[in-house]
């Protein structure tokens, strides 16, 4: 069966330092992945999303970056955090070329200070 | 733009009642509706996926349907629970944007004991 892992659960950071966010899959191969920010009281937000290594696509301009180093491996960075960058960050996959649903990890809490 | 809107954005029901959320999206050019199921601080959780062809979908005391010419789709709970408490989310899979789900901000739903 598939899995998907984030890490950290939560983090608190300090404005202007760097961040890097980790999902992982496991269970399938090729799979599209994403990356959403869910603000509190507002619906989810696509930041990015791949179908593949090294195809990222970004949905809005940002302070964030993301990459696909590997195959099942989807990583959320930031050179410096904003106040605003604070929420909820969920990585999501799906199986590529299928229009089926989309699978969730349990999500980072991200506060900077 | 397509766009996904849920009503109501609350509600608090007494348990045993029959409930129904609301979904409208802006274009009908959709490949499938989803409906998830979001705890407080947890992840989605998939509750039901139609596709553009079918009319409905159902799953335990959970019926979904789907009516893409009005762009609408509800989510009927029989006979709720409190463990039913929880915000569900609509999202739709418009042909335009291929991979990316377009969300609703949710209905938070509280059922009392």
């Known amino acids: 069966s598939q899995t998907i892992h984030q890490w950290p659960a939560t983090l608190v950071q300090p404005v202007g330092s760097p961040l890097s966010l980790e999902c992982t899959v496991e269970?399938?191969?090729?799979?599209?992945l994403y990356w959403y920010r869910q603000a509190a009281g507002r619906g989810l937000q696509l930041l990015f999303y791949s179908v593949g290594i090294g195809q990222i696509s970004s949905e809005v301009p940002q302070n964030l970056s993301a990459s696909r180093p590997q195959d099942r491996q989807f990583i959320l960075s930031s050179k410096k955090l904003l106040l605003s960058d604070s929420g909820f960050y969920l990585c999501a996959w799906a199986s590529s070329g299928v229009k089926e649903t989309q699978y969730f990890g349990p999500g980072t809490r991200l506060t900077v200070l | 733009k397509q766009e996904v809107t849920q009503i109501p954005a609350a509600l608090s029901v007494p348990e045993g009642e029959n409930l129904v959320l609301n979904c409208s999206f802006t274009?009908?050019?959709?490949?499938?509706l989803q409906w998830f199921r979001q705890d407080p601080g947890k992840g989605l959780t998939s509750l039901l996926l139609i596709q553009s062809s079918q009319r409905e979908q159902t799953s335990g005391r959970l019926n979904a349907s789907l009516d893409k010419s009005s762009g609408r789709s509800t989510l009927y709970i029989a006979a709720s629970q409190p463990g039913d408490s929880a915000t569900y989310l609509c999202?739709?899979?418009?042909?335009?944007?291929?991979?990316?789900?377009?969300f609703g901000a949710g209905t938070i739903l509280r059922v009392k004991s």
């Open positions: 999202a739709a899979l418009f042909m335009e944007y291929g991979n990316k789900l377009v």
């Open positions: 269970g399938t191969s090729n799979p599209n």
């Open positions: 274009d009908s050019a959709i490949y499938n």
